[in-house]
């Protein structure tokens, strides 16, 4: 029986990727954002996952304003990485798991979500450099991803309450698919953020840690934050947060955190980064 064992979050800036990409990940401005990865890179290496199911946004890269799943699950061979403007990152093509991905498509249409399927997409930085900060440089990822990507550039967005039972149906999903498998659950996007306009480069480092200590132990209080309090308080794009929520709600009642960091400024963003187990 497959099986998620663990919750990872990361924020997912893009200039992240190009450090990595460039070989700047030790310099003085991005040395103490890479640190608080160095523990789940090795943790990583020791857990040796089968499966991450992805959860990202897509940033106008393999979808724009014609088509705008709120939902939309990857049940794919291969994901290639997106050009978003500079030529696509070098790094590996992403290997889906196309059964996988199929059964939780069933899964969740069948317990009432209704999940757009997606055959064949490029990957963006929402999905490639989550997977940069977790493994590094390999030859190639050393596990199988399924996408699923949420609408959170366009209103309406989901709402917490929403993704948050789409984590429960995920778990569910899951537990039923009967090949024994290490699956682990990734939320991307946040933290405090705000790219354009007078309030460009706010940063609020306050809600920021108060939103990551509602993500560990039993409270599901998050499910309830309204759209506008992420706007107000993390700024027009902090919004990503609520792709969180689906990584919290599939690890069940009760969590506990391995390893939490949080750091600001990261270009005019704020990362934050936490490791989750379920414990119920
Ligand atoms: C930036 C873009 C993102 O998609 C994100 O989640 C954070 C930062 C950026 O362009 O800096
Ligand atoms: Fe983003």
Not at 104 to 132: K, R, W
Not at 239 to 246: C, D, R, T, V
Request: aromatic fraction near 8%; charge should be negative; hydrophobic fraction near 40%.
């Amino acid at each position: 029986m497959a099986r998620i064992t663990a919750g990872v979050a990361s924020s997912h800036v893009p200039l992240l990727g190009v450090a990595v990409d460039q070989g700047k990940t030790q310099d003085d401005y991005f040395g103490p954002i890479f640190k608080g990865y160095e523990w789940t890179k090795k943790w990583e290496e020791e857990q040796k996952p089968d499966v991450i199911v992805l959860v990202y946004n897509d940033h106008a890269s393999a979808f724009d304003a014609n088509i705008i799943p709120t939902f939309a699950i990857g049940c794919g061979e291969t994901y290639k990485p997106a050009d978003e403007g500079w030529g696509p990152r070098p790094v590996p093509d992403v290997e889906g798991h196309a059964d996988l991905g199929w059964h939780i498509a069933q899964s969740l249409i069948l317990d009432d979500f209704d999940m757009t399927i997606i055959n064949e997409m490029e990957v963006d930085h929402g999905l490639t450099v989550p997977l940069s900060m977790m493994f590094g440089q390999p030859d190639n990822w050393p596990v199988k991803v399924v996408p699923l990507a949420v609408n959170v550039v366009t209103y309406p967005v989901p709402s917490g309450n929403r993704c948050w039972a789409l984590g429960e149906a995920i778990a569910r999903a899951v537990e039923s698919f009967p090949e024994d498998l290490n699956v682990q659950i990734w939320g991307t996007g946040g933290m405090s953020h705000q790219l354009q306009g007078p309030r460009a480069g706010l940063l609020n480092r306050e809600w920021d840690n108060k939103f990551l200590d509602l993500m560990i132990g039993e409270t599901d209080a998050a499910r309830h934050i309204p759209h506008i309090e992420y706007l107000r308080e993390t700024g027009s794009e902090g919004i990503e947060l609520i792709m969180w929520l689906i990584m919290r709600g599939a690890l069940g009642k009760k969590t506990k955190c391995l390893h939490r960091h949080y750091h600001i400024p990261c270009s005019n963003t704020a990362i934050g980064h936490l490791v989750l187990e379920p414990d119920n």
